[in-house]
């Protein structure tokens, strides 16, 4: 059985050791013979690599590991690259999330302004990765999963459209276990799902189990009562610190609003921005709780496996949301024809919708990539939501490529967490002074 090799790019990401124990527990589906780590920040990525040779050395000796910062090591003879970037690490996130709360609109990282700074630092970075793997390995997958993930597909498919990269999000899967769960089953691979939006704007329309049965009555029941809350909350998810607690719990409200469906728990930022930046802390946002928990948590553990010499007692937690991306691998590699949520090309997939937009729909994998499932029509409430976000999405990539000052102004004035083009304008202002080393000049 071929074994593949894989790079990781973001490796000095808070996520990597996650991943890393992740594709070591799914060894025996998907073989592997070589992890990469590329970064461009050698001293983070350093210290999150030492750690991971180490532990592979424990579980896995027969794999070759290799860091570097430099682009032709690392995409040279590789099968899969996975990206996971955030360029301007988290001090840039605090920005996105501040700038905004200043103006008393939503500040969150894929959602409003905070979403469309950080699609302009992501643009970039990502095309660049595209390229890489283009040249040293043009037969290689790219399977991309860097915020935020609306913009960034559309810039790949608009200023890339040839390249083999799949955009995934891992928040429709965090949120079918906890549909799973709620009901009593034991992971959401029991679930066969309709689902059709965008990135963090979609909504599920049937689920059932794999003998065809309904789940959707007892899902929404459990919905309409606790929202994505569970009884006795996911252990060590990623998804669980108290502005989870709040979004997971929010979703009541913003099932309420259209009690055919089941939303992605992200439309409370479009449906309820006041309560959103009511409940918000300007002092202390998401990216402060990350920076003060998960990011210090990798850290430290990883100083202290160096230290140590050893991994065996290691506090690192498999990142088992991320085994959709074994799946996804799996499919491409062996043609499992397996059906997984990705954002691609609307192309005929949402009858009545733009056909260039990037849509989120089920699809089914295999080694020519994802063949999207038809969702047919959709109505008239969702349908203007979605292009009004859309026409965002776009704009910023246009802004992007043309170094348009007015059409990122336009992209700001249509987000539906903005007021009106004067703070549009004033929070743009903002922003182009906060992100001068990330951007492209405007004019």
């Known amino acids: 059985m071929k074994k593949f090799s894989i790079v990781i790019a973001g490796g000095g990401s808070t996520f990597t050791p996650g991943i890393v124990l992740m594709l070591l527990e799914h060894l025996d589906r998907f073989p592997i013979r070589q992890i990469k780590f590329y970064d461009n920040l050698a001293e983070r990525q350093d210290k999150v690599a030492q750690a991971c040779e180490i532990l592979l050395k424990e579980r896995a000796p027969e794999i070759d590991f290799l860091a570097t910062t430099d682009p032709e090591t690392a995409f040279t003879d590789v099968d899969f690259v996975m990206a996971h970037i955030r360029v301007g690490l988290y001090a840039m996130r605090e ?91 034991a992971s959401r691979k029991e679930l066969i799902v309709r689902y059709y939006g965008l990135n963090h704007f979609g909504w599920w329309t049937d689920i059932r189990d794999k003998t065809g049965k309904d789940l959707m009555p007892a899902i929404k029941a459990h919905v309409a009562k606790h929202g994505y809350s569970l009884t006795e909350e996911i252990e060590a998810s990623q998804h669980t610190d108290a502005s989870w607690s709040h979004t997971f719990a929010k979703a009541k409200e913003v099932y309420e609003i259209d009690p055919s469906t089941l939303p992605n728990t992200y439309l409370k930022y479009y449906f309820f921005p006041q309560d959103e930046v009511a409940h918000a802390n300007p002092n202390f946002t998401r990216a402060n709780e990350v920076m003060a928990g998960r990011e210090k948590h990798v850290f430290s553990e990883c100083q202290r496996i160096i230290e140590n010499k050893t991994a065996t007692d290691t506090s690192l937690e498999v990142d088992e949301h991320a085994s959709y991306i074994v799946d996804l691998a799996r499919a491409i590699a062996y043609n499992t024809q397996e059906r997984m949520l990705l954002i691609v090309p609307n192309e005929g997939a949402i009858v009545n919708f733009d056909q260039t937009a990037m849509v989120e729909v089920p699809c089914i994998v295999g080694s020519n990539g994802p063949e999207p499932i038809t969702q047919g029509s959709i109505p008239r409430f969702q349908k203007g939501m979605m292009e009004q976000q859309v026409a965002v999405e776009k704009l910023v990539v246009e802004a992007w490529e043309e170094r348009s000052y007015h059409k990122l102004w336009q992209a700001l004035i249509l987000s539906k967490v903005v007021p009106n083009a004067r703070v549009a304008k004033e929070l743009l202002d903002d922003l182009i002074e906060a992100n001068q080393s990330f951007w492209p000049p405007l004019h």
């Open 95 to 185: 920005k996105d999330e501040k700038i905004p709360l200043k103006y008393g609109v939503v500040g969150q990282e894929t959602c409003g302004p905070g979403g469309i700074a950080y699609g302009m630092r992501s643009i970039g970075g990502v095309l660049e990765l595209v390229d890489y793997m283009e040249t040293y390995s043009p037969q290689a997958w790219m399977l991309n999963y860097s915020n935020p993930a609306a913009i960034v597909a559309e810039a790949t498919r608009k200023l890339r459209p040839t390249a083999k990269i799949i955009n995934i999000c891992d928040m429709p899967v965090g949120i079918e276990e906890r549909m799973a769960q709620s009901i009593g089953l």
